[in-house]
């Protein structure tokens, strides 16, 4: 079964005030929607065709320069649009509460890490929020496409939260104030997804 781009859990501008439809529209119809063919694309006939998405990114090595841009676009904006929501924003609870104030000493401790990893990384990438496998979090970023599940990325572990800092994700509300757009995401993290997810790789 080929891999297929999700619906997005919400309208095109049910993120208006933060991110405005015609973004939202382009950014699902056109870029994942692109990530998703070419995956598509790029696994078809070889041993990966079947397997799952996490799968495929632990066999994204650089050699492999098309399927690791498209399984890593697939995956990310999968992420990306799942941790959103239009009633987000706040602050998490429970273990992950714990975990990001042991990790950063309090909530705004890890908005101030998160924000400088978004702002700082160079050009098109990703910023995350990772867990390892006894519960510690962290934060780090990743060029273009790459993800903490594939190798070599320079950050390893779970992603249970992303934000996209291609241009492509807030140029045509924000142009170049990336560092607007990064405070304006935070009124948007569905923190009861990401803690769905900081549970479930935890273990
Ligand atoms: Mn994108």
Redesign the pocket.
């Known amino acids: 079964m080929p891999f297929k781009l999700p619906d997005l859990p919400y309208e095109y501008d049910a993120l208006k005030a933060y991110i405005d439809a015609r973004t939202m529209k382009i950014?699902h119809t056109k870029?994942h929607a692109g990530y998703t063919n070419n995956l598509n694309n790029a696994i078809a006939g070889t041993d990966l065709e079947g397997k799952t998405i996490e799968q495929v990114l632990k066999k994204a090595d650089e050699s492999n320069a098309a399927l690791r841009n498209n399984a890593g676009g697939y995956y990310n904006?999968n992420l990306f649009w799942k941790v959103m929501s239009p009633d987000g924003g706040g602050e998490p609870g429970g273990g992950l509460k714990k975990a990001i104030d042991e990790a950063f000493g309090s909530f705004e401790g890890f908005k101030e890490a998160f924000s400088k990893a978004a702002a700082t990384r160079f050009g098109s990438g990703w910023a995350w929020l990772v867990v390892s496998g006894t519960g510690k979090v962290r934060v780090c970023s990743t060029a273009n496409q790459d993800n903490p599940l594939m190798p070599k990325a320079g950050c390893t572990g779970t992603p249970i939260l992303g934000i996209?800092v291609?241009e492509?994700?807030y140029y045509l509300k924000y142009q170049n104030r990336r560092a607007d757009y990064i405070e304006a995401f935070f009124n948007l993290i569905n923190w009861k997804e990401v803690m769905k997810r900081y549970n479930a790789a935890k273990k």
């Open positions: 950014h870029h904006h996209d291609w492509h994700a």
